[in-house]
């Protein structure tokens, strides 16, 4: 699917699952002010809340960032605007469902390696590098216990 119907369809369905709305929602709550992006993305820039302690993270198709959106649009971080994307990607298939799913995901990453993001499927399906975080953390001990004993 070429990149513009992707992104079309994307922003289509984070706004019928309501999670875009979520987005917005928590924009205006905590006074963020809401940007047009680009490929469909909003950002919602001056997150001043301590949580979580990312630069960014997103709901539906609403990247929320402690920054201005000139700075996560900067040629520079194009790789976390795309890392941030993706997850946009994911609110679009997964609908709300993506919450409890990514809390999972960072519960398992925690207990394996002590890294939130490291061994989290949508972290790793969103670029690990690109979302800043590491790439190559081995497995807790434990763990490799357990698989030797299998």
């Not at 992006?37 to 919602?44: Q, S």
């Not at 201005?68 to 679009?92: D, I, K, P, T, V």
Request: net charge positive; with cysteine.
């Amino acid at each position: 699917m070429p990149a513009r119907r992707r992104h079309l369809a994307r922003t289509v369905l984070t706004a019928a699952n309501g999670t875009t709305g979520a987005g917005l929602l928590l924009a205006l709550v905590t006074r963020t002010r809401v940007r047009r992006g680009r490929d469909g993305v909003l950002i919602a820039e001056g997150w001043r809340l301590p949580m979580p302690p990312a630069s960014c993270f997103t709901v539906g198709s609403v990247i929320i960032t402690r920054r201005s959106a000139e700075w996560l649009l900067a040629e520079e971080r194009a790789a976390l605007f795309a890392h941030e994307s993706r997850h946009a990607g994911q609110y679009a298939v997964l609908g709300p469902l993506f919450w409890p799913a990514y809390w999972v995901a960072c519960g398992w990453s925690h207990v394996a390696t002590g890294s939130w993001g490291a061994r989290n499927w949508f972290e790793r399906h969103a670029g690990l590098a690109d979302g800043g975080y590491p790439e190559d953390l081995p497995l807790r001990p434990w763990i490799h216990r357990i698989r030797r004993k299998r």
